[in-house]
């Protein structure tokens, strides 16, 4: 899922193409996409884009007569720029919106259509769609330390609730641990003061870097939870590129937690409660456990 780096990506470089241009038209796949009737999306037509913005992982376009277009791209929507009125030949393109210099595609991969598009009229509307977590990039650390321990949840929980911290999933979420070098599973409410300001660092740091880095790209194609310079998310089994350990993980629901033991655990390995279940003591405590275990 695109999260706050991606989707800042996207904003900044529609903003370079779409301020102050009139929308042509709004050609839909499925109408099942826009969750909305009123305003009709039509009423976009012919109105000029007067602004961007992003609300959590979600881009808010505004128009020429109070209609803000909200647009959550969730697991599998990109956005692409295009020559004007590119086809809707993919069976992944949703829907194109059409400017005289160009045309913005949405498109989604895979069986499960989730990307949603809703049409508002006034800024009331949006605060539906405000979840109400901190920005992580505009928040103090007194701030950050008291969305972190609210509730009590693993940090790997807290930093992807959408009600504490905005815009931060699955992925960077792996990236800010392993900067911080916190174990996913330990729990907000017993991090040391120490702990706190080394999580509070690294998630600005590592969301700012790669802010910059997709800053480079004429237009963020390339949006993925899946990166060749992530250090951990999405690099099960490959070297930690501070220790050259194997990078773990565990499984739960859609997500997954990645992880270095020997930068983050302290060499232990971590089990989710239905592996610990199941397993119990065949459970590999350690990295030396789980290597003796493939040596045999």
Same mark, same amino acid.
């Given at each position: 899922?695109?999260?706050l780096p991606d989707v800042t990506a996207y904003v900044e470089a529609l903003e370079r193409r779409i301020v %102050?241009?009139?929308l042509e038209r709004v050609r839909l796949r499925s109408p099942f996409l826009v969750r909305t009737a009123d305003p009709p999306i039509g009423a976009l037509e012919g109105r000029r884009v007067l602004g961007l913005r992003r609300m959590g992982k979600r881009i808010v376009i505004g128009f020429e007569g109070d209609l803000f277009l909200v647009l959550h791209l969730m697991i599998a929507g990109r956005l692409h720029w295009r020559d004007r009125g590119a086809p809707l030949g993919s069976k992944y393109a949703l829907a194109a919106f059409d400017f005289a210099h160009g045309s913005l595609v949405l498109t989604e991969a895979g069986a499960k259509k989730r990307a949603s598009l809703h049409l508002v009229r006034?800024?009331?509307?949006? !605060?539906?769609f405000a979840r109400g977590g901190i920005e992580p990039l505009e928040s103090s650390r007194d701030d950050f330390a008291g969305a972190l321990r609210r509730e009590q949840h693993t940090v790997k929980r807290a930093l992807t609730d959408p009600t504490l911290f905005s815009g931060i999933g699955n992925a960077y979420s792996d990236e800010i641990l392993h900067r911080a070098k916190l174990s996913p599973l330990a729990m907000t409410t017993k991090l !040391?003061?120490?702990?706190? %300001?080394a999580l509070y660092d690294a998630t600005r740091a590592v969301l700012s870097e790669w802010i910059e880095r997709l800053r480079g790209e004429?237009?963020?194609?390339g949006v993925t939870a899946f990166r060749e310079d992530f250090a951990v998310h999405g690099r099960y089994g490959k070297p930690c590129p501070v220790c050259g350990a194997p990078v773990q993980r565990i499984v739960f629901a859609e997500n997954e937690a990645n992880y270095c033991a020997r930068c983050q655990t302290?060499?232990?390995?971590?089990a989710d409660r239905s592996l610990s279940r199941v397993l119990k003591d065949d459970w590999p405590r350690t990295l030396e456990e789980l290597e003796e275990r493939r040596r045999r």
């Open positions: 899922m695109p999260e %102050d241009h009139p006034g800024e009331p509307a949006l !605060s539906e !040391s003061e120490a702990q706190v %300001d004429e237009f963020p194609e302290g060499g232990k390995l971590l």
